[in-house]
């Protein structure tokens, strides 16, 4: 027989197991600020990301259009000067005849950066015999660029009181446009005459050589610290002849 203390404890019941503990609150604030500091620093690296993708694409799209900008003034400005009937320029035909002048030489630089306007022009006639002077194509004939300072755009005439934008100013602003005379000294061509005259002898032929420094600056509308500039050289294919030989 079981003894009455044996049974005692057969009957008595068993310990209760250890209740499992949850987090405590310092350990849940804890773990919420360093998920807090996690997440801010993704935040932070995704705008940064952002930014410095539209800054890349704001970049790119200023420097195409000043790119785009100067090639065409550059390509267009070459032919300033162009006389089809330039022979005139350096024949004087009869007793007293003097050579004519290029109606076509003069180039006219932006005289200021922010409100520039460059003026030039070249011969475009059929018939370039009666460009001696300017004729009544003349209008057609007077080509330029200008900044407008309304909208920040560059502007190309293309016919008389004709301008077209050549930027959109929804992305870039330009801020400057410059063309700065950069000619070198005049070449004396006395000394090839049938009758020499030495250099420096009012009227005696010399030519000149000309160059211009294109100076573009452009900000970005999408991001204003974007700001670039632009420097190119052109040189005139069309060299400006003055005087003549002696008779």
């Known amino acids: 027989m079981l003894n009455t203390t044996t049974m005692l404890r057969s009957r008595s019941p068993a310990p209760h197991a250890r209740p499992q503990r949850g987090i405590s609150l310092v350990e849940l604030m804890v773990g919420m600020t360093v998920g807090l500091m996690i997440t801010a620093g993704v ?49 004087a035909v009869g007793a007293g005849a003097a050579a004519a002048s290029n109606p076509y030489a003069s180039v006219a630089p932006a005289s200021s950066p922010t409100d520039g306007q460059i003026v030039y022009s070249f011969s475009r006639d059929a018939d370039n015999a009666t460009d001696a002077v300017k004729d009544a194509m003349s209008d057609a004939e007077i080509f330029g660029f200008r900044r407008n300072s309304e909208d920040g755009t560059v502007e190309m005439q293309t016919g008389k009181d004709t ?37 420096g002898t009012p009227g005696c032929p010399e030519v000149q050589v000309r160059r211009y420094d294109l100076v573009l600056t452009g900000r970005s509308v999408l991001d204003s610290t974007v700001v670039r500039t632009l420097r190119t050289s052109v040189r005139l294919r069309n060299d400006e002849m003055s005087g003549q030989c002696p008779a």
């Open 43 to 91: 935040i932070a690296l995704f705008v940064t990301n952002v930014v410095q993708s539209r800054r890349v694409v704001a970049n790119a799209r200023v420097e195409q259009d000043l790119r785009n900008i100067a090639d065409l003034i550059t390509r267009d400005l070459r032919r300033a000067g162009y006389w089809g009937n330039a022979i005139k320029g350096t024949l």
């Open 163 to 199: 301008w077209k934008k050549l930027n959109d100013p929804n992305y870039t602003t330009i801020t400057s446009l410059s063309l700065n005379d950069r000619s070198p000294a005049t070449i004396p061509l006395g000394y090839r005459c049938p009758i020499n005259c030495s250099a």
